[in-house]
C-alpha cells in the first residue's frame, strides 16, 4: 500500500493511503497554499507569552483533527450504515476546518471583527483556491454545510462541529502536551469506543460506559480554560496587543505615524476596509509581527511604546477585581486615574478584560440547538438516552462556569493599584 505518514506528537503516526482517491485528494488538500499557510499560524495565538513551549500551529491540530474524524467514523460504520459521500464529507471538513483563521487565531479575530468559519467556508466553494479547486461540488457543498452546522444527517455533522466533536478533542489533548499542562488529559479512547448515533432523533450519544470518560473531557476543557486559556500572562499579552493594533488603526486612519506598505493587506486592515478571500489568506502570524517591529520605531510614544512592549514581552500587569461587583466600577475609576496620573493614556494603558467560557470550556444544557447538548445513555438493563447534566452529578457541578473581572495595566504601576485595592 502507498501512503503518506505524517508524524505527529499526539497521535504519533498519522497515514493515509495514498492507492485510494480519497487518500490522494487528502494529501493534494494538504499541500495547497491554504493548508500549508496554517503551518504560519499558532494554534493558541499567545499563549507562548506564559508557555514557552506552546509553538505549534493550526496545520498540526488540523491533521489531528482529520485523523480522529477518520478514526470516529471507522467506529461508527461498523454498526451503522453510512454513506461513502458522507464519510468523506466528514473527514474533510476535519481537515480544513480551520483554513479561514486569521493571524494569531482568535486575538485578531475579536479585534478585526470577522468569523473564520466565513473564510473558511468561501475558501471550500470558491474555484479561486487550491482547496477550492479540488473539491468535487457535490463534497465541497457537504463540507461547506458540516462547518456551517446544517449537514443532514446531523448526528455525522456534530462529529465535526458540537459540544462533544474532534476539533475540541484535538486541541485539548494537543495544548495540553504543548504547553506542559497536564489537565488537558482525557480518556479518548474510551470515549472513541463509546459513541453512538441515536438514529431515531438523529444525534450522537455516549453508550453508558462512556460516561465517566465524558465527565473527564468536560473537566478538562473546564480546567484548560481556567489554568491555560485564561492565563493571565496569556491574557495580558492579548490585552496589550489588541490596544496596539486599536492605536495603528487610530493613527493609520487620521494620519499618524505608522508604518504600512502600500497596497497590502496590512494596509488595507489599517484603513478599516474588510479584506477579500483571497488577501485574508494571504496574512498570517508573521505579516503583523513584522508591523509591529516596525512601528515599534514610530514617532507617535504610544504606538512605539506598546509595539516595543509586545516584542520584548514587557506586558501589562493583570489584577483580579476579587471584590463585591458593586464596588468594581469605582476601582475601575480609580486606577485609571492612577495610569493618568503616571503619564499613560487610560484610552490604551487600563484595559478592562470580562471573559466567560460558556461556548467552551463547559457545558451548558441551555441552548436551542441540540448539536450543542451531549447525550448519554443511562442504565443498562433499561437504558434511556438522556441530556448528560440529568445524568451526571459532576457535570451539573460545572454549570456556574468560570468567569474572570480583571484589569491591565502598566506593571511599573503596580504597588500603586495594590494600594488602591487595599484602600478601597
Not at 69 to 90: F, H, S, W
Request: aromatic share 10%; glycine share 6%.
Amino acid at each position: 500500500m502507498s501512503e503518506r505518514i505524517y508524524r505527529d506528537s499526539v497521535h504519533n503516526i498519522i497515514r493515509v493511503n495514498t492507492d485510494a482517491d480519497e487518500g490522494k485528494l487528502v494529501v493534494s488538500l494538504v499541500d495547497t497554499p491554504e493548508f500549508q499557510r496554517l503551518r504560519r499560524i499558532r494554534q493558541l495565538g499567545l499563549a507562548y507569552f506564559a508557555y514557552q513551549a506552546a509553538e505549534h500551529s493550526r496545520f498540526t491540530h488540523s491533521l489531528g483533527a482529520f485523523h480522529l474524524a477518520a478514526r470516529m467514523v471507522a467506529k461508527l460504520r461498523l454498526k451503522y450504515y453510512i454513506p461513502g459521500e458522507a464519510q468523506t464529507a466528514v473527514r474533510i471538513a476535519a481537515l480544513l476546518h480551520d483554513i479561514g483563521h486569521g493571524p494569531f487565531s482568535h486575538v485578531i479575530e475579536s479585534i478585526l471583527g470577522f468569523h473564520h468559519e466565513d473564510f473558511t467556508i468561501e475558501a471550500v466553494l470558491s474555484d479561486e483556491t487550491g482547496v477550492g479547486r479540488l473539491l468535487p461540488p457535490g463534497l465541497a457543498d457537504n463540507v461547506a454545510s458540516i462547518i456551517r452546522g446544517d449537514f443532514a444527517p446531523r448526528a455525522l455533522g456534530q462529529l465535526v462541529s458540537s459540544q462533544l466533536d474532534v476539533d475540541r478533542m484535538d486541541y485539548l489533548l494537543r495544548d495540553s502536551l504543548m504547553t506542559g499542562a497536564k489537565y488537558g488529559i482525557f480518556d479518548l479512547e474510551w470515549i472513541i469506543k463509546s459513541i453512538e448515533i441515536n438514529e431515531k432523533d438523529d444525534h450522537l450519544y455516549i453508550s453508558a460506559p462512556g460516561l465517566y470518560a465524558v465527565e473527564d473531557y468536560l473537566q478538562a476543557r473546564y480546567y484548560m480554560y481556567r489554568q491555560v486559556y485564561f492565563h493571565r500572562t496569556l491574557r495580558s499579552a492579548e490585552a496589550v496587543l489588541k490596544v496596539l493594533i486599536r492605536r495603528a488603526l487610530h493613527l493609520f486612519q487620521t494620519g499618524g505615524d505608522v508604518w504600512s506598505t502600500a497596497g497590502t493587506p496590512m494596509e488595507k486592515v489599517l484603513s478599516g476596509e474588510k479584506l477579500n478571500l483571497k488577501e485574508h489568506l494571504s496574512l498570517d502570524d508573521t505579516d503583523v509581527m513584522f508591523s509591529i517591529k516596525q512601528w515599534q520605531h514610530s514617532a507617535d510614544p504610544i504606538l512605539s511604546d506598546l509595539a516595543r512592549r509586545f516584542l520584548n514581552r514587557d506586558l501589562f500587569k493583570a489584577y483580579d477585581l476579587d471584590m463585591p461587583e458593586s464596588e468594581r466600577e469605582e476601582f475601575v475609576s480609580l486606577a485609571g486615574e492612577i495610569v493618568k496620573k503616571a503619564g499613560f493614556d487610560p484610552e490604551y494603558y487600563l484595559v478592562e478584560d470580562k471573559a466567560i467560557n460558556i461556548p467552551y470550556s463547559f457545558y451548558s444544557k441551555d441552548t436551542s440547538e441540540t448539536k450543542n447538548l451531549i447525550f448519554v445513555e443511562q442504565g443498562y438493563s433499561r437504558p434511556q438516552i438522556r441530556e448528560i447534566s440529568l445524568v451526571s452529578p459532576a457535570v451539573r457541578g460545572l454549570q456556574e462556569g468560570y468567569r474572570i473581572h480583571r484589569i491591565c495595566f502598566p506593571a511599573e504601576l503596580k504597588n500603586d493599584v495594590a494600594k488602591l485595592y487595599h484602600r478601597v
